[in-house]
């Protein structure tokens, strides 16, 4: 564990709630399944068409007017 994760729990147990903790644990975890399933997605050969094909849908709906502006002040 780096020192910047592990000074980051002790803050978090020293500040929050156990419930809280809880919440931040739930979204760590939920980001971090999130990040294996991309690396599995990308370590698939045919990862390349799949993300090719998704660009040309994301595109197609932004030249349709299904998008929105993306704010960053808003995020």
Known sequence: MTDLLKRALEEAE??????????LAS??????DAEKKWQ??????????LLTRLARE?????EAG???????DKL
């Open 58 to 62: 994301a595109l197609e709906e932004d």
């Open 66 to 72: 299904l998008t929105n502006p993306l704010d960053p």
């Open 14 to 23: 020293r500040i929050l709630s156990a419930e809280e903790q809880d919440k």
């Open 40 to 49: 599995s997605v990308l370590a698939d050969p045919r990862s390349g068409d």
């Open 27 to 32: 979204m760590l975890l939920t980001e971090l």
